[in-house]
Each structure stands twice: as C-alpha cells, then as structure tokens.
C-alpha cells in the first residue's frame, strides 16, 4: 500500500488471494497515467520476495490494475 500512498493514489478495489504458494494482489485505480503506472509497476517489481508485478489498463475508461505476486514465507 506504500506505492500507492507515496503519490496519493487509493485504488478503488483492492483483493488479495492465496494461490499455489504465492500470495496475488490486485488493485485497481481510476485515472492512473501510463507513466505512473510504470513507476508503481517497477517499484511493486522491486519489493522484496516479489516474483512479478504488472500495472495495465483494464477497459477504455482509463482504469488501471496494478497486479503482484509475492511468496509467503512463515516468520520462524
């Protein structure tokens, strides 16, 4: 949720789900620009245990879906 609240963006839904180990985020926002949603993508690619992340456009009406996957671990 940082990425987003760094440039004051609130998604407008947000999920999350467990699949095959790995933890799914979906998040999508209105009015994200091309660049923006560059920038989310590279710094969600960035994080810590996170295998992929992808910021699209979902529909014509400029709706953004910025999507990780990160692995769960188990604090010891």
Do not use: N
């Not at 009015?31 to 560059?38: E, G, K, V």
Request: charged share 20%; net charge negative.
């Amino acid at each position: 949720m940082g990425v987003f609240a760094q440039r004051t963006l609130v998604p407008t839904t947000l999920s999350a789900r467990r699949r095959r180990g790995m933890l799914h985020i979906d998040a999508a926002l209105d009015d994200l620009d091309a660049p923006t949603a560059a920038i989310i993508e590279a710094k969600l690619a960035a994080s810590v245990l996170v295998e992929s992340a992808i910021c699209d456009a979902a529909d014509a009406a400029t709706i953004a879906r910025c999507t990780s996957a990160a692995a769960i671990t188990a604090a010891a």
